[in-house]
């Protein structure tokens, strides 16, 4: 039963966890001291800006810088009195009307509501009204009762100052971790998508475009790479950011902290709603981004034919339905972030405080319940940061979403039926091939070869002609294992290739198609193919044996020239040459030449027939060719006709039968006499 898409990205994270705990160790810490500043303003604001007013007891000196002096006397804070100091009298309060403060020589309750008239100070409580008498202060004589604080203020500022500057180290530390982690996790699971296109069979990618595959293994995991830095770095921070507003929140107003509890239902009942939409629209984006990029590289590696035959309106048309689906989708996209982005979180952040002015203004009827000025900042201010995190994630919604289409997509790429790579090293094999009533089929119904049988000796050059789709290629790719025959078996010195791994059974041959294929590289690297068991010294003799050399020499970097990807500066004939040398190289026991020389010009045919009668000595060799001048000197030819041998012989033999073969050559001949007159 196949896992989920979440639990699966999950699970690639867990394999670099050490770095993403440590990270969130970091996170942690940097949340902590961050959020520590609302609860320090409160302090500096309740406790010492404010604290001045409250209740004050005289003392005997001024011994310490706590103690403050009015009027030859000297009094101190109840709430930092010592059992050092020597208290005379009764306490006295400090109070405040608007900007005036007053002097009571007696301890008055603070609460309530206050009113002064003059020196006559009301106030208004629930029990009732109460008046008192005080001394108006002016701005020097109150500036001794706050000189006591500076020293206090400083400190917590200086102290919340430091905290910042600790949490931006575990900030740098935590975004370094969290992102080299989410790096390190997309790197692994680019290396496994690639590994894994060398494992699935060459059946799945006849009927998958480039394109495609290469929009799964770049476009898509990039996308992925996404959503690793958003969940661990900015969604991941969010919760954590959020987690300790409401700590905080907790501690300073538990009903109001549950009351912002709401929160977390609106987040999950969001992402919910929009993953249920989001999740069709994404589907489609990305199926369309991997088509569009199908169908570009098809169009460049076409380019020429596009332009031959005058297709370029007809291409841009095809584009242009592909890139109208595209913005179709990504416009219903862009409505659903649109109805699901920073707007609505500004119109629920914009309740919140409506809420928050209810809750404290119904409170405020109580003339006995008044808030502080500190604990109304510190709740603001708390109520203020989180709403920005819930707007975070909101905004990353669409890129989540993005990424776990494109995660369902790189596992099911992932999750494709394929084989082991063991290229564990076998003994070099003689090369004798046998078929043994083989038969088979791409498709599994449609048979393109019909229980054929025969054999090739060690040493041999077998030949294979027949008209177009009578199966020669077919059985080329059967004794290479790029597929493997429904019925029949196929034998190299005895053992069935389906007892080797493909690369085993692959270590020891060789192969030519009738299209070469070149690597971005230089003319050396084409032919070792970087192994480094291939020295230059023997590229460089298997180049001169096929005659290369003469095109080479030529060269400004010679064995070293430059070679773009798919060998475009170089004529078909010298990359059929070089990929000639490239098989050669590797020495291998059995090679297979497949309408190797179809597209070389006589002359340059001449000199891979003359390099073959040296370099076929000890191995085997299979030719597929149409042109029968090419094979005259095989050991055996095989004619097929509809995926059955019909005849076989040397070329003597079979002209001598005067059947299927000697047609063939007949009319061949009969176009070079054409040609030649």
């Not at 055996?636 to 003597?652: A, C, P, Y």
Request: net charge negative.
């Amino acid at each position: 039963m196949k896992q989920n898409t979440e639990k699966r990205l999950f699970q690639y994270a867990l394999q670099y966890k050490k770095g993403i705990i440590i990270g969130f160790i970091c996170l942690i810490i940097a949340v902590s001291l961050e959020l520590a500043g609302p609860l320090i303003a409160k302090r500096v604001i309740d406790d010492h800006i404010l604290g001045v007013e409250g209740t004050w007891q005289e003392v005997e000196s001024q011994n310490d810088k706590q103690t403050a002096s009015y009027n030859g006397q000297f009094y101190k804070r109840v709430d930092r009195l010592e059992d050092s100091d020597q208290t005379i009298g009764n306490p006295v309060t400090i109070f405040q009307t608007g900007t005036t403060y007053y002097f009571v020589t007696e301890e008055i309750p603070l609460e309530g509501k206050r009113t002064a008239d003059g020196e006559t100070i009301t106030i208004t409580t629930s029990s009732g009204e109460e008046t008192f008498t005080g001394e108006k202060l002016s701005l020097t004589e109150v500036y001794p009762f706050f000189k006591p604080e500076q020293g206090p203020i400083m400190w917590l500022l200086g102290l919340y100052v430091a905290l910042l500057f600790i949490a931006g180290f575990f900030q740098f530390y935590q975004t370094f971790l969290l992102q080299k982690s989410s790096n390190q996790i997309v790197r692994k699971m680019r290396n496994d998508l690639f590994a894994h296109t060398q494992r699935i069979p060459v059946n799945y990618f006849v009927d998958q475009p480039a394109g495609k595959i290469v929009a799964r293994i770049t476009n898509d995991t990039e996308a992925i790479r996404d959503l690793y830095e958003r969940v661990l770095s900015i969604v991941l921070t969010s919760i954590i950011y959020m987690a300790g507003i409401f700590v905080a929140l907790f501690i300073l107003d538990a009903k109001l902290a549950l009351m912002c509890l709401f929160i977390i239902p609106l987040i999950f009942g969001w992402m919910k709603l929009y993953k249920h939409f989001g999740s069709k629209y994404n589907k489609v984006i990305r199926s369309t981004i991997s088509e569009i990029n199908g169908n570009i590289s098809e169009a460049i590696q076409g380019m020429p034919i596009i332009q031959a035959f005058s297709r370029e309106k007809k291409t841009k048309e095809e584009f242009e339905v592909l890139n109208n689906r595209h913005f179709t989708y990504q416009r219903k996209l862009v409505k659903l972030s649109a109805l699901t982005s920073y707007n609505l979180v500004t119109v629920f952040r914009n309740l919140a405080f409506v809420a928050f002015i209810w809750y404290f203004g119904s409170a405020s009827l109580d003339p006995t319940s008044i808030i502080s000025i500190g604990m109304l900042y510190a709740i603001v201010d708390y109520l203020t940061r989180l709403f920005e995190p819930v707007t975070d994630i909101v905004n990353q919604l669409p890129l989540i979403e993005q990424a776990r289409v494109a995660g369902g997509r790189v596992f099911e790429l992932l999750d494709h039926p394929g084989e082991n790579v063991m290229d564990d090293n076998v003994s070099r094999y003689r090369g004798n091939i046998l078929f043994d009533h083989v038969s088979f089929a791409y498709n599994e119904k449609d048979y393109v070869l019909n229980d054929i049988s025969f054999s090739v000796k060690a040493g041999q050059t077998a030949a294979f002609v027949g008209h177009t789709g009578s199966g020669k290629s077919s059985i080329m790719n059967l004794l290479f294992r790029f597929y493997d025959p429904q019925k029949g078996s196929i034998t190299i010195d005895g053992k069935s290739t389906q007892e080797w791994s493909r690369q085993q059974v692959r270590s020891h041959m060789g192969i030519v198609l009738q299209d070469p294929f070149l690597f971005t590289g230089t003319i050396l690297s084409n032919v070792t193919m970087n192994d480094p068991h291939i020295s230059r010294e023997a590229a460089i003799n298997a180049l001169k044996a096929v005659g290369a050399d003469r095109f080479i020499e030529k060269l400004p970097n010679r064995y070293d020239e430059k070679v773009t990807e798919g060998g475009g500066t170089f004529s078909l004939g010298e990359r059929q040459l070089l990929s000639f040398a490239r098989a050669l190289a590797f020495d291998p026991a059995i090679l297979i030449l497949d309408e190797a020389t179809a597209n070389i010009d006589t002359e340059t045919e001449n000199v891979i027939q003359q390099a073959l009668e040296v370099l076929k000595q000890g191995r085997t060799t299979l030719v597929i060719a149409h042109r029968l001048s090419t094979i005259q000197q095989a050991d055996v030819i095989f004619v097929l006709d509809r995926g059955t041998i019909k005849e076989q012989g040397n070329h003597n033999s079979l002209l001598q039968q005067q059947g299927a073969y000697y047609q063939m050559y007949q009319m061949q001949q009969g176009i070079l006499e054409e040609t030649a007159g």
